[in-house]
C-alpha cells in the first residue's frame, strides 16, 4: 500500500470517483462524509469498481472531536483530500452562514490537526469559480482573482487565501490547490456518478433526468451572450479524467522533492463547449433528443470561461483525454442505472 489517505467528502460526487482512482492506484482510504447531499451505499458502487471497500467513517468534519477521534483511530493518515463543501451556488446566497461555517470550519480543522498527526500534505477542491467573469479566455494560474459572485466562490477564495497564509506562517505541510472547472459525467461502469438532492441545479444532471422523462424540459438560461451561439461556454471536464489529476498531486506531493510547499493548477479540458453544443453532443452521443426552451438568464452566470491546462500538463503529467461525446454517454448510462435501480 502507498499509504493512508483521508478523503473528507468522499461518498459525494468527485469524492467517490477520486476513491476509485486513489485505491486503483494502491492507496489506503479513509472517508468521512456525513452524509448531507450523498448516501452509504456509495460505498457498495466503489467496492464493486475497485475490489476494495474503503473505510468509512460517518461523521462532520465541523466538529473537531470527531476528526481528533479518527486521527486517534486511523493513525499513519499521509495525507488528506478535502472535498467536505457546500457547493450550490444558488443556495449559498440564500444560506450565506451555512456555507461560510461548513466550508471554512471544516478547513480549519483539518489544518489544525495535521502537524500533530503528522499528516504532510492536503489536496484542497478549489473552482475556477475564483476567476469570476475572466478578462480573457483560456485562464490561466495567473489570471487575476475576481471578485467572488457568491458566498460558495468566496468560501474558495478564503479556503485558498488561508491555506497559504498557514503553510507561510511556517506550517510543516505542503498543499495543491485543484481549480476544477466544471466536472460532468460518471464512472464508465455506471456503479457511481452525480446524484444531487432535489431538482438538480447544475446542466448535465438536469438535462438527463429531462432525456429519460423525469423532468419535461430543460431550460437553456440565455442564448442572447456574447458566444458563437449565444449560449454560455463552460470547460467542461469528464469526472473520472478530474479523479486522477488527485492521485498525480497526491504522488507529486509525497513523492517528489521537487514540489512546492503550495501548487495551483488548472482542472480542465482546455476546450470551451457552449451549453447548446453540450446538448448537441449528448443527443449525438446517446441518439436522444433532449425537450428545451430558451428561457432569460440565470442570475450569477459567468458569460464564458475554460481553462488553460498547460501547468497540469507539464507539472502533474497530467491531461484530461475523454471526449465529450463519451462523457455524455457515461452520464446517459447512469441515469439509466438510476432508473433499473428504480432510483429516479
Ligand atoms: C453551467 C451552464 C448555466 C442548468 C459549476 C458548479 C460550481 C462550480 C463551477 C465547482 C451555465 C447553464 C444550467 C440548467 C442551463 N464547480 N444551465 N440550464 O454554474 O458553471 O457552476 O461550476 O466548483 O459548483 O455549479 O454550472 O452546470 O449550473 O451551469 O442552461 O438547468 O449551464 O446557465 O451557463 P456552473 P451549471
Redesign the pocket.
Known sequence: MKGRILVTGGTGYIGSHTTVELQNAGYEVIIIDNLSNSNENVLDGIERISGIRPHFVKGDCTDIDCLKKLFAEYCGIKGIINFAAC???GESVQKPLQYYRNNLNTLYNLLELMPENDVKCIVLSS???VYGEPDENPVTENSPIKKATSP?GNT?QIAEEVIADYINSGAPIKSTLLR????VGAHPSAEIGELPNGV?????P?LTQTAIGVRSE?????NDYNTPDG??I?DFINVVDLAKAHVCALDRMLENDDCESLETYNLGTGNGVS?LELINAFEKATGVKVPYKIVGR?AG??EKVWGDTTKANEILGWKACISIEETMRTAWNWQLKLRERGIM
Open positions: 457547493k450550490a451556488v473552482s475556477c469559480t460558495y474558495k476544477y472547472f466544471n466536472p438538480p441545479q447544475n446542466l448535465v438536469f430543460l431550460s437553456v438560461f440565455g449560449s454560455c463552460r451549453v440565470r452566470d459567468i
